[in-house]
């Protein structure tokens, strides 16, 4: 069996796999649009060939200024195909991405689902023989329009911020003793700098306008207490990233970040905004919560 990258003229049989979604992110109207995006690309499409015929396929995500992928949208199979797992974990590993991340939407119950479980458990097992042996489970939330919008702070003055720097600083300094598994991930395997300078990267590619950006402050004091970040990726808008500084923590100023990033969000005339937080970051899930935001699902991180 021969293990390629995709060309134009694979494109029919490719749609043709993909139109059996299962539970993978991709399906054929996506994955031409992101084509067309760059999204997607021919060389982050990884085939599985027997003989003349194309039998399997792993499909990437990246970035459109991106130079390689970054994380696995998909994995697919022909019925026929008798034994998936060695072919997939072979897709995966021929796509050599580093720090490669496996994304699986989920729905909730999904542990009830018996079609959601068969379908899951080649997957994993061809992720964890291919090396991604982390899973983390993150919380799909989403606000809706008609659902309250939270109150803005009264005890925190919120400030547009031009500077990177500036919000280099408070990445770093946010970072310590954080919750969220992806930062401590990064934080260990690149150092507080690195973790940083991609996360204004990554948050600057995104579609969401830079001058959203905040720093909140202490009424009271003029402290700095944290940062709020609205933004919004190819699906709509988006919570995007939040963090109270050490300092300050156990005064549930998440809320308050939250609500500030709610209030811009639907103001600007945002009809749903989504976010998700890990399962074990109980803090944020509570903040969630408490401001109205529905979890309707879960997202798998295979790493």
Do not use: C
Not at 151 to 178: C, H, I, K, N
Not at 229 to 250: C, I, K, Q, T, W
Request: proline share 7%; aromatic share 10%.
């Amino acid at each position: 069996m021969q293990i390629r990258t995709a060309v134009e003229a694979d494109l029919d049989v490719i749609l043709t796999l993909l139109a059996d979604k299962s539970i993978n992110t991709a399906d054929p109207a996506r994955y031409q649009a992101q084509l067309e995006s760059r999204h997607y690309r021919p060389e982050w499409t990884w085939l599985a060939v027997d003989g003349d015929v194309i039998v399997a396929a792993a499909v990437w995500w990246g970035f459109p200024s991106g130079t390689e992928p970054l994380a696995l949208d998909g994995l697919y199979a022909v019925p026929a195909l008798a034994d998936v797992v060695p072919v997939w974990t072979e897709l995966i590993r021929a796509a050599g991405v580093p720090h490669a991340e496996y994304h699986i939407f989920l729905p909730g119950g999904w542990r009830t689902d018996p079609d959601v479980s068969a379908a899951l458990e080649p997957r994993t097992a061809a992720a964890k023989a291919a090396g991604l042996t982390n899973v983390l489970e993150r919380l799909r939330y989403e606000w809706k329009t008609g659902t309250p919008v939270p109150p803005r702070s009264t005890r925190l003055r919120f400030e547009t911020e031009p500077s990177d720097e500036a919000f280099l600083d408070v990445f770093r300094r946010t970072a310590e003793g954080s919750l969220d598994d992806d930062t401590r991930t990064r934080v260990a395997r690149d150092g507080l700098d690195e973790f940083a300078a991609e996360t204004l990267d990554m948050y600057k590619t995104m579609p969401g306008p830079r001058e959203w950006w905040k720093l909140a402050y202490s009424v009271e004091t003029g402290d700095l207490v944290g940062f709020a970040m609205p933004s919004a990726n190819n699906g709509g808008p988006v919570v995007g990233f939040l963090g109270v500084l050490p300092a300050h923590r156990g005064h549930r100023y998440a809320d308050d970040l939250l609500a500030e990033i709610t209030a811009d969000l639907a103001e600007s005339g945002a009809a749903r905004i989504a976010a998700d937080t890990d399962l074990d970051n109980v803090p944020m899930v509570r903040s969630f919560d408490r401001l109205g935001y529905d979890n309707f699902g879960v997202r798998l991180v295979l790493s």
